[in-house]
Each structure stands twice: as C-alpha cells, then as structure tokens.
C-alpha cells in the first residue's frame, strides 16, 4: 500500500470518527450537528490547527456525493404530482422569493461601491436556500411528515430551478459572452430540465419497474447509479446536479421507493457529514475577522426576509401559525450554490477579492443560525407565544377551572396530523 494511500486512511478514518463523536455531543444536548461539523473543518482545514492535505480530494467528491444522496432521498419522499402541483401553487411565492432575498445582496453590493455585475453575484449569493442544509435539518428535527414540508420543498425546487437558469446566465456575464451565447446556455438549461421533469413524470413507473425491489443489492445499485447519472448528465448541461438527484427521486415510486429510502438513508448520513466537514475544510479562518460584521449584517436582513418567505409560502397553503413559523425558520440557511457562485464570480478580472470572503462567511453564519432557529417553534415558551389568550367568561369562573388544553395532536396551532412525525 503507498504511504499517499495509508495518511489518506489515516486522516479519513481520524475524521470520520470525530464526526461520530460530535454527533453523539449533537443528540445529546438536542442540536443540529451541522455547526459542529462546520466546526471540525474549519479546525482541520486551510489556516486551521491541523490541516489535512491528502484526503482534500476524498472530501471533496464525497460532498458533492452527499448532496446528490440528500436530494435524492427527499425526492423519493413526494410523487410526481405533488411537485407539479406544489411548483403551480409555488410560482407566486417563486417571485416574492426572488424580490425579497436577491435585492439585499444586489442592494449591499451597490452600496459597496462594487459595481451591477458584483450586484449580481451577491443577489445570487444571498437568494437561494441550502437545499442539503434544508434536507439534514428536517431529517435531524423529524419533519419529512409535517405538513408544511412539501410547502419547505416546493420553495427549493423553484430556487433550484431558477438556478438552472441564473448560473448559465452569470456564466455568460462574467466571461463577457454576448447575448446570443448567452441566450443558447439559457436554451439548453431549460431544455434539460424540461426533459428531466417530463421523463420522472411521464416514465416513473417504467423506471420502477425496472428495478428489483426484492433484490437489496441491485435495488442500491440501479437506484444510486441512476442518481449518479442523472446528476452527472444534468451538471454537464451547466444544470443543478441537485435538480437532476432531486427528480430521481420523484421518478421513483412505490415499493421501490420505499425500500430505495432505507437502503440510501446510510449512506446520505455518511456523505451529508462529509459535505459540511468540505465546507469548514475550504474556509480560511484567517479570511472571516475582515468581512465578519458586514457579514453579520447581512446575515440578519437576509434570515429574516427568508424567514418571511417561508411564511408567506405555508400561509397561503392553509398551514396553521407555528407550522409557517417552521417553513420560515427552516429555510433561512444558505450553501452549496452561494459558494459556487462566489466562486465563479472571484476567478473574473474586475470582482473585488472581498467578495469571496464575504461570501464564505455570510454563509457559514447562516449554515450555523439556520439549524438552530429552526427548532424555535418546538419550544414550548413559543408555542406559549403564539397561543391565543382570552379571559375566562364570568360564568366560567364561577363554576370551576377551565377545560384542559387539546393535546398536541388536536391543538388548533399544529400542523402535526396524527401520525405526522414531526
């Protein structure tokens, strides 16, 4: 074995058992392990305590792979109908999404004095959800069953498809394409969503039945490498490979989808992990001090403008109170796609270098606050907030203490039905 392949074990297996343990930390006190995780690759990381330089790549594959696993595995929890249906009754919350959460960055970028093209990037940056972030924290919270969810997921969806169409557009802008080539990125982003959407729509149940759900191993084969595929494809067509995982799994249904879940879920724990661990890893620390208060800033206009989103989106669903306080709160980190697009903007001859240092830590903040407020509206002191009070009647008073409350199940103020497993 070559001494390159046994530090690589060394470092990956090092890791990875520390994650385990920070894991443990996590469920113990009741919190989401993704800070933590962040944490950890910030420690082993570029500027960190302890760098790890032979598993960079492993890492990096393996986040990539994690968000694939993520999107799939929530796919496989809604039909291809109800995501039709949800992206119609989405497309207005789809634009107040847009108008809410773009502006601030493109506004800060202007204040900034750094130009309309950076305004573009940082209103891209600032925009989009963290989809694998999304998917870890409602995993971690149990809310795949709440009824708001799908409302959650409708949200992604429009911003993963409007991405679809936002990165071949940036792309164009930061080489200096003109507008016929940008027209074509445009064309054929759209083209291969519509073909991805229509082929999970129309072809799901040719694709089920294609795959064994009685063979474990074959069903983990044909589901994941189909996946892989699919992503892979979508990416090179300059597509979200998130999108392509995302509709493969809508494609996927019945018992196959079923057991599909519990043969994936493993595995997306693993390489979820592994994607935040990459995100700490590639942060300097060094870089955040310089930006941290502007980041900050933004941070804290950006949370509550999606938090409003995530309301506005359960309201108009018929969500009762606390669950759209959930779909707000559970929305506000953002990730993998703001780090991509600072990263496409800071190569380009003219963006300020600050900018990726911004980015990287506007997100991190974010990627920190997201999981921890989303739990707010499971704490019983909120719950006591958003309870109505009304005096008792007289008569009331007279004749004796008033009616326990409705159990959780049949509080008015819940989403849960009762068998919902948030």
């Known amino acids: 074995m070559h001494e390159s392949t046994t530090v690589l074990l060394i470092e990956v297996g090092a890791l990875m058992f520390l994650l385990g343990l920070l894991g443990r930390v996590s469920r113990r006190f009741g919190i989401s392990p993704i800070p933590l995780y962040l944490l950890a690759g910030l420690a082993f990381g570029h500027g960190g305590l302890l760098p790890l330089n032979a598993s960079e790549e492993f890492f990096s594959v393996g986040a990539e792979l994690g968000v694939i696993l993520l ?32 502006l601030p960055g493109a506004a800060f970028a202007l204040i900034l004095g750094w130009g309309w093209v950076a305004a ?46 936002y990165l071949p557009l940036l792309t164009a802008l930061l080489a200096g394409t003109n507008l016929l080539g940008g027209g074509v ?74 057991h599909a879940t519990q043969l994936l879920s493993p595995l997306r724990d693993i390489f979820a992990a592994v994607f935040f661990v990459f995100f700490g890893l590639t942060t300097d620390p060094a870089d955040i001090p310089p930006v941290l208060l502007p980041a900050i800033g933004l941070a804290v206009v950006t949370i509550a403008t999606k938090t409003i989103t995530g309301y506005v989106a359960a309201k108009r669903a018929g969500i009762a109170v606390r669950g759209r306080w959930r779909a707000g709160f559970s929305l506000t980190p953002r990730g993998e796609f703001s780090i991509v697009i600072a990263g496409l903007a800071v ?26 407020i989303a739990r707010v509206p499971d704490f019983e002191w909120f719950k006591a907030l958003l309870r109505p009070r009304s005096a008792p009647s007289p008569a009331l008073a007279a004749d004796g203490p008033p009616a326990p409350r409705l159990p959780e199940a049949e509080d008015p103020l819940s989403t849960h039905t009762p068998d919902a497993t948030g």
């Open 347 to 372: 190569a380009t001859p003219g963006i300020p270098a600050k900018l990726g240092a911004l980015a990287t830590a506007y997100v991190l903040i974010t990627v920190v606050v997201g999981p921890i």
């Open 185 to 258: 990125a445009l064309i054929v982003a759209v083209g291969t969503v519509s073909i991805v959407l229509v082929v999970a729509i129309r072809f799901g149940g040719w694709i089920s039945n294609a795959i064994s759900a009685r063979d474990p191993e074959a069903l983990l084969l044909g589901v994941f490498g189909l996946t892989l595929l699919v992503a892979g494809v979508a990416a090179q067509l300059k597509v979200s490979a998130a999108v392509g995982a995302f509709l493969v799994g809508i494609a996927v249904s019945g018992p196959v989808a079923h």
């Open 71 to 102: 999107l799939v595995l929530l796919g496989l929890e809604y039909s291809a109908d109800e995501l039709v249906g949800n992206m119609r009754t989405a497309a207005p919350v789809g634009l107040l999404d847009a108008a809410l959460n773009a």
């Open 120 to 165: 573009v990037v940082l209103a891209g940056v600032t925009w989009v959800t963290s989809s694998g972030v999304v998917a870890k924290v409602l995993a971690d919270l149990g809310r795949l069953g709440n009824r708001e969810t799908p409302v959650v997921l409708s949200v992604l969806v429009m911003e993963d498809l409007a991405m679809a169409l």
